[in-house]
């Protein structure tokens, strides 16, 4: 089964950094978008950021001016730069990738998804 892998979880203090990476299967990568999702125990899941290849990126309010999401297109490789962690940042990262066209205003939403990775846990603590 066809899945994406992401690395970069780990543990930090608040105010600190992580990066996490997902590499993408190249025959979807190349045309749709990848995206960040976290889940947090006891709730559902909420999508972080998105990017397609033409660098268009999508934020969520949660995360916009803290996280940047970049992407290695050689590579097939998407970043999740996170600064200025906060405790509520605190959940399971997983990225994924379309297979379809997904709308502008749909790249946060998991049901427009059919790629998943296992996920990384990132932790923040106060």
């Known amino acids: 089964q066809v899945q994406l892998v992401e690395s970069g979880g780990g543990s930090v203090q608040a105010g600190g950094s992580l990066t996490l990476s997902c590499v993408a299967p190249?025959?979807?990568?190349?045309?749709?978008?990848t995206a960040w999702f976290r889940q947090a125990p006891g709730k559902e899941r909420e999508g972080v950021a998105a990017?397609?290849?033409?660098?268009?990126?999508t934020y969520a309010a949660s995360v916009n001016g803290r996280f940047t999401i970049s992407q290695d297109n050689a590579k097939n490789i998407v970043y999740l730069q996170m600064a200025s962690l906060k405790p509520e940042d605190t959940a399971m990262y997983s990225c994924?990738?379309?297979?379809?066209?997904?709308?502008?205003?749909?790249?946060?939403?998991?049901?427009?998804?059919?790629?998943w990775g296992q996920g990384t846990q990132v932790t923040v603590s106060s």
């Open positions: 994924a990738q379309g297979s379809l066209y997904i709308p502008l205003r749909n790249r946060l939403v998991p049901e427009w998804y059919n790629l």
């Open positions: 990017i397609e290849r033409s660098g268009t990126t």
């Open positions: 190249e025959y979807t990568y190349r045309n749709f978008p």
